[in-house]
């Protein structure tokens, strides 16, 4: 590799990890919660063979 492309490449991947530390967010504990329940009820609507998701979203109610 050239220089000019050494520092090229040093700059994306810095870009690379500075972007990968700003997009984490971390999930409180019900929302993490709620993203289970959809989950669940995603596999079980697929194996009892209905639509996903539901054409009236209201349907997918979390308590």
Same mark, same amino acid.
């Given at each position: 590799?050239?220089?000019?492309?050494?520092k090229?490449?040093?700059?994306?991947?810095?870009?690379?990890?500075r972007?990968?530390? &700003?997009?984490?967010?971390?999930?409180?504990?019900s929302? &993490?919660?709620?993203?289970?329940?959809?989950r669940e009820?995603?596999? &079980?609507?697929?194996k &009892?063979?209905m639509?996903? *998701? *539901?054409?009236?979203?209201?349907?997918?109610k979390?308590?």
């Amino acid at each position: 590799m050239t220089k000019d492309q050494t520092k090229v490449s040093e700059y994306l991947t810095e870009i690379g990890r500075r972007g990968g530390r &700003a997009s984490r967010r971390e999930l409180t504990k019900s929302h &993490a919660r709620q993203m289970v329940a959809i989950r669940e009820m995603k596999r &079980a609507a697929i194996k &009892a063979g209905m639509r996903w *998701p *539901p054409r009236d979203q209201r349907l997918v109610k979390l308590s």
